[in-house]
């Protein structure tokens, strides 16, 4: 069974960091397509930061420069790096794999994903 199960989130400062875990079962972490969702209250969803099976990273332009995405082969975990957060970082973030999918495109695959974890960043 394929599960995806996510961490780190939390409380912390404007210009803190925090780092989130996905630990993945059932397939490895450097098998598929890979990705940072998250939404706010009353928002739509947004992809924060993706790796394909391959290791290329693409970021949104909100997250640039301050968030990093990379994966833990030993311990078979997504992880994303937020540094300098702010404010409107906050939401809740989602771990999601595009199951079959190498590169983060293309057709005919079924995406899994995370129960979510709340990140609160105050001003």
């Known amino acids: 069974d394929v599960q995806l199960v996510e961490s780190g989130g939390g409380l912390v400062q404007a210009g803190g960091s925090l780092r989130l875990s996905c630990v993945v079962s059932?397939?490895?972490?450097?098998?598929?397509?890979m990705k940072w969702y998250r939404q706010a209250p009353g928002k739509e969803q947004e992809l924060v930061s993706l790796i394909s099976g391959y290791g290329n990273t693409g970021y949104a332009d909100s997250v640039r420069g301050r968030f990093t995405i990379s994966r833990d082969h030993a311990k078979n975990t997504l992880l994303l790096q937020m540094n300098s957060l702010k404010p409107e970082d906050t939401a809740n973030y989602y771990c999601?794999?595009?199951?079959?999918?190498?590169?983060?495109?293309?057709?005919?695959?079924?995406?899994?994903w995370g129960q979510g974890t709340p990140v609160t960043v105050s001003s």
């Open positions: 059932g397939f490895s972490v450097s098998t598929y397509c």
């Open positions: 999601a794999a595009d199951a079959t999918r190498t590169f983060c495109s293309g057709s005919g695959y079924y995406t899994h």
